[in-house]
């Protein structure tokens, strides 16, 4: 099974890590794997390009199937291997339900939380604007505090209610890249808390980014 | 069932179209539902906020569970009714792993669309540049030639094989957009086949957008 996968990744990528962290709840240890550097540009090289012509990482295949959309491979997954591992797509509806509203949102949280830490890597010198800056600092602050309310008022320790699901798998990376980031503990007990004590589990703590354990992130949040 | 279901919705939007597609589909026909107009503000409006905070549209509840995520609604939809209506998410790995492939990419190419359609939406005027609008104008040709070719190349006349699935419900919407925007049909003859030809379907002919029936669309993409 694992020994048919091939997964190409960049460490710290929330979406390479979103499809890590599934391989690793679905007891799918031991799939092929090739670890990426994007400062060197190489999710642009030939051998990614050839798994996923958008230049783009996560690349993974198993067998024939070709999935280069994290989310899409996570899915996946979570269909083809339901007998194994943990079941990461709840019965019951109201727990389905929140956890297919809160993995959606967290697209809408992933692309406020890249207009700030990739502004100057996607806006051209000449384009760029303090107002535009501002702004997207406050979506993202405003954006941060719905996800610290959805902890506080939720029926349980995870995203979707009362058990880990595809809702934690798809948006934990996002979570733990805002603390990499400088996001302040302090000021959003509750993520803290969901970031802190998932760290711990086997599934996180196998798949964490190996750039992360020797060095400290960068400070680009620190005042959000 | 459908009784019990209630979508808030507006014209012509894709995440909207996707969802009612999806219930067309599940034969779920007969939900409570209430058009609004974006022009004129309603999605910030209190009735549409009491359901979606976020005041986006569409807002759907099933029950007591709400999903302001067209995708969210889409799958929890399929996962909830799969023994009525159509089946939506294919039982063979290589056609369902196109389906999460292609449902997902279909995200990226609704993004590259808003970033050339609604730019004067939501770049305000001081922030406005000739080399972003050109930037993103070939940004989206390059998404939409990719999409032709994934057309070309398919091993049937639907986005993941030989069967209509979750990825033609959730990006069919952004097709016909694409051509309501006067995309010339010449240019991308695929693109235009699978247009055409699913506007016949039921479940299209019965959501078709209700301003669309008897007008055109702006010339926006006429040159892409």
Redesign the interface.
Known sequence: MAKDMTLLWGSGSPPCWRVMIALEEKNLQGYNQKLFSFEKKEHKSKEVMAMNPRGQLPAFK?K??????????C??LA??FKSQGTKL?PDC??E???M??R???A??FGQKMGDVIYYTYKV?E??R?D??VKRNREALTAEIKLWEGYLQKGSGSFLAGKTFSLADVVVYPSIAYIFRFGLCEERYPKLAAYYNTLKNRPSIKASWPPTWLDSQGQDTLKDI
């Open positions: 198993h024939d199937v070709v999935l280069n959309e994290s989310y899409g491979a899915m996946y269909n083809q797509i509806p109201a389905q339900a929140m297919y509203q993995m959606f949102e697209l809408t051209p000449g384009e604007h107002s535009a």
